[in-house]
T-cell receptor, first 119, second 108 residues
């Protein structure tokens, strides 16, 4: 059973370009979470998605960032008009069970991350 | 408010000696707590979790953690460190709130 897959593993963009990060959850998992990890910091929750639904996007910046998890295919985190401050590692996680509210006992299975560098 | 504090950003131990990684939390309601390990350029792997059952939780690779409500702590321990334990460790509250991590170095 393949784990959570993320691609690309490394992504370099110039300021103003778009970045698209992909995440394929584990087989049978329909809940996906995106996190951002800045240097020397822990992971910060960005968004929680189910198939075709955004459940919680309270951690997403209000502008330039969007996420989707279509019925078919991977989840996509999209960053438009990237700036240097977007440089970070972006991790995706999946779980077989959903989360109610902001408290959960669910184990998350993490992908290896995408390291975004903005020049 | 919910938050997690990992008290040490770096811990260094000799191989074969005990490991203690400290974590304190603040939560408005009964918490769930997790410890994850991250090896370089890898994703996070769950070590153990507390879900309001036994307060002493045993995880993989010989790690365990004890939930102490009176101290709002969930410290991670291992009796004897192995070289392969060198990694970054994250304490997580209620699935979404991550500590800033503790980097464990194991000296041969």
């Amino acid at each position: 059973n393949a784990g959570v897959m993320q691609n690309p593993r490394h992504l370099v963009r110039r300021r103003g370009q778009e970045a698209r990060l992909r995440c394929s959850p584990m087989k049978g998992h329909s809940h996906v979470y995106w996190y951002r990890q800045l240097p020397e910091e822990g992971l910060k929750f960005m968004v929680y998605l189910q198939k075709e639904n955004i459940i919680d996007e309270s951690g997403m910046p209000k502008e330039r960032f969007s996420a989707e998890f279509p019925k078919e295919g991977p989840s996509i985190l999209r960053i438009q008009q990237v700036v240097r401050g977007d440089s970070a590692a972006y991790f995706c996680a999946s779980s077989p069970l959903g989360t109610s509210g902001r408290s959960s006992y669910n184990e998350q299975f993490f992908g290896p991350g995408t390291r975004l560098t903005v020049l | 408010a919910q938050s997690v504090t990992q008290l040490d950003s770096h811990v260094s131990v000799s191989e074969g000696t005990p490991v203690l990684l400290r974590c304190n939390y603040s939560s408005s309601y009964s918490p769930s707590l997790f410890w994850y390990v991250q090896h370089p350029n890898k994703g996070l792997q769950l070590l153990l979790k507390y879900t309001s059952a036994a307060t002493l939780v045993k995880g993989i690779n010989g790690f365990e953690a004890e939930f102490k409500k009176s101290e709002t702590s969930f410290h991670l321990t291992k009796p004897s460190a192995h070289m392969s334990d060198a990694a970054e460790y994250f304490c997580v509250l209620n699935q979404f709130y991550f500590g800033t991590g503790t980097s464990l170095t194991v000296i041969p």
